[in-house]
């Protein structure tokens, strides 16, 4: 009788797995029907892929007309998370005695997004945490913010994003 409790849970925990891994076009639907004042969180990885909710580099399938910083090939520069009907896109641009960070936010038909609020919560390579408000520079096209701090290792930004009281998180990583 255990062991047919023990497989059934295993199985049943599989098959919700499988479930998970293949509902890849529910995630705008869902995210829509939440309240307004939940956040979705979404995790950038740095291999190509074309799922919602995952990051990707290179080319998303956007097609870009370059008057927002976008390339018209609709290759990206930075790591691009997507949230429902938004996606991100990060790039840190590492000088000398800072790191300029650069996000661009994007809605349904890649419309750019410049009324968003911004925060970036940076975790520095000693553990240390920094918050940045990440304010819309009209002359880059862009959400930009100057994080001055030149340790070397890896960061770790959490951007909290509020569109209009939708809010969701992108998570991002960089080395320095």
Do not use: W
């Not at 080319?59 to 290759?75: F, I, P, R, T, V």
């Amino acid at each position: 009788m255990k062991f047919l409790k023990t497989s059934l849970v295993i199985v049943s925990s599989i098959g919700l797995i499988f479930l998970g891994a293949c509902s890849s076009g529910n995630q705008a639907a869902n995210s829509e029907s939440a309240t307004k004042s939940a956040t979705t969180e979404t995790t950038a990885k740095t291999e190509p892929v074309a799922k919602t909710g995952e990051a990707h580099n290179e080319n998303d399938g956007h097609a870009h007309d370059g008057k927002d910083g976008h390339s018209n090939s609709g290759e990206h520069k930075g790591q691009v998370i997507e949230s429902g009907k938004y996606h991100l896109e990060f790039t840190p641009d590492i000088e000398k005695d800072s790191t300029h960070l650069d996000i661009s936010v994007h809605g349904e038909q890649d419309q750019a997004i410049t009324d968003a609020k911004l925060t970036a919560q940076v975790q520095l390579p000693d553990g240390s945490n920094k918050t940045l408000q990440v304010p819309y520079n009209t002359e880059e096209k862009q959400y930009t913010v100057n994080l001055p701090v030149t340790a070397t290792g890896e960061y770790k930004v959490v951007i909290q994003t509020d569109v209009k009281g939708e809010k969701f998180n992108g998570r991002f990583a960089f080395k320095r």
